[in-house]
């Protein structure tokens, strides 16, 4: 008897093992336009930092060029991560009365002129000094980085997967659909039709496609997909309406879509007829106002995976400030969210620093 029950706590503890071993691994880690701590963001210098580091899958953001190529930018425009406003200082246009060097208004061979550097903003009486958004990063302008193709990264990705053996995944959101449209771009046809050349095409292959404009993401699903034959992973980005990451054109001013309905009580529901997941800002799952020891958890984690999607909040960061007080510290945060609300996984710009949390913590707690 006393050998029966032994070995029956032994395939326990082995149970238990196995399932948090499972879900460790299930918990995947997404390197936010690469290894963007390190490097400057979405430069091949940051994706091949990234790919090494070991992260799941590597993002890449995406716009279109004036003859219509595909680049790697954060934003529509060139001026927060180039020297475009010194190289073309007259070729930048108004929206809502800001003047942007938008990438649309310029041909690839122009856009690969230009030096890239991570993100910055000017400050001082004339706002003419370049000041880095995370000092402690590399800094601006230095060495020699370019703004790469959407073609070219995916290559460094498939050939590092390659000669390495791993498989890195993609993860590509198309940016501003409504700004593409508007000048007679569908950059989604193109994203989609370069990623199928490439290999990706059903949900079994190890890509997703993100997008916050919510009209465009049921587009894509209900009349890209089978125009083209693509049944890729699919997930709404969920922001802040204040954000202005989908506008629309109206009396001549870009205004805010009203993404409310994406606040409602049957918003995942609905989303799951046609998406495989979300990914909203962190602070729609997490309230700000949470304290250390005191959590505040909204509903559309637990809304979002009882409709059966997954659930990917961005963006997860270690530099000063930016740290919500509610955590300890960088790993304390990742605890709260992958594992005490219970997130499937994260966009960080610390590859390294989320895949060693991971692989050193057994989960405490679970919802």
Request: hydrophobic share 40%; glycine share 6%.
């Amino acid at each position: 008897m006393i050998r029966s029950l032994l070995l029956s706590l032994l395939a326990n503890l082995c149970c238990i093992e196995v399932a948090n071993a499972m879900e460790e691994k299930d918990k995947i880690i997404i390197a936010h336009r690469g290894a963007s701590g390190y490097l400057p963001e979405h430069t091949l210098a940051a994706k091949a930092a990234a790919h090494v580091m070991g992260a799941d899958y590597i993002e890449q953001d995406v716009v279109m060029t004036k003859d219509d190529h595909l680049v790697v930018l954060h934003d529509p425009y060139l001026d927060r991560v180039t020297n475009v406003m010194d190289k073309f200082p007259d070729r930048a246009r108004s929206i809502n009365g800001s003047k942007r060097w938008l990438a649309i208004d310029f041909t690839l061979s122009e856009i690969k002129s230009l030096s890239a550097t991570q993100g910055f903003h000017f400050e001082g009486a004339d706002r003419s000094r370049p000041v880095a958004d995370y000092p402690n990063r590399f800094p601006i302008f230095k060495s020699g980085f370019t703004v790469p193709t959407l073609s070219e990264e995916i290559e460094l990705i498939q050939g590092m997967n390659h000669s390495t053996g791993k498989n890195v995944g993609i993860y590509v959101e198309i940016k501003a659909p409504w700004l593409h449209l508007n000048e007679g771009k569908d950059i989604s046809k193109a994203v989609l039709k370069t990623l199928k050349e490439y290999g990706y095409s059903s949900k079994k292959d190890k890509a997703y496609v993100q997008c916050f404009d919510a009209e465009e993401v049921r587009r894509i699903h209900d009349a890209l997909y089978p125009e083209l034959g693509v049944d890729l992973k699919l997930i709404q980005l969920i922001a802040p309406m204040n954000w202005g990451e989908t506008l629309r054109l109206i009396d001549a001013k870009w205004q805010p879509y009203d993404s409310t309905w994406l606040f409602q009580p049957d918003a995942m529901k609905a989303l799951a007829h046609y998406v495989d997941g979300i990914g909203p800002w962190k602070s729609l799952l997490v309230s700000d106002e949470s304290k250390l020891g005191k959590m505040e958890f909204t509903s559309m984690l637990r809304d979002a995976h009882a409709a059966g999607l997954q659930v990917h909040p961005f963006t997860f960061r270690l530099d000063s400030g930016r740290v919500p007080a509610y955590a300890r510290d960088f790993e304390h945060l990742l605890e709260i969210f992958l594992f005490e609300l219970g997130v499937d996984g994260v966009f960080t710009d610390f590859p390294d620093r989320a895949l060693a949390f991971l692989k050193n913590t057994r989960p405490q707690t679970s919802n």
